[in-house]
């Protein structure tokens, strides 16, 4: 794997590029759309739900955990994912302020 000289990007750019990588696979947004429409957190109902794989479900939860847009709180034997509130809202504003820029004219 190549580098990606992430270091010459700003803290806002490689953030914004990581939220973009989680976002940018169909599984992720489904999760995330079923986790929003339960209103509550999920423990294991995302196989079934989803229909893939434990171990590429897991996989997914694990990359929507290390951008923060997913916390976890072990019950019992399992793990049930929430979105977390705060990190959510903050996405959100970093996001919407990027797509919010308006190139001043067109050049094409």
Not at 48 to 70: D, R
Request: proline share 3%.
């Amino acid at each position: 794997m190549g580098l990606t000289k992430s270091e010459i990007f700003t803290d806002e750019q490689n953030e914004i590029a990581a939220i973009a990588k989680v976002l940018g696979h169909p599984a992720r947004i489904a999760i995330l759309d079923y986790i929003i429409k339960l209103k509550s957190c999920v423990c294991g109902d995302l196989v079934k739900e989803i229909g893939l794989a434990q171990p590429t479900i897991s996989q997914h939860l694990k990359e929507l955990k290390k951008v923060g847009i997913l916390k976890g709180t072990i019950e019992g034997t399992s793990v049930c994912y929430c979105i977390d509130d705060e990190n959510w809202k903050e996405i959100n504003n970093k996001l919407s302020k990027f797509l919010s820029k308006n190139p001043t004219e067109s050049c094409c």
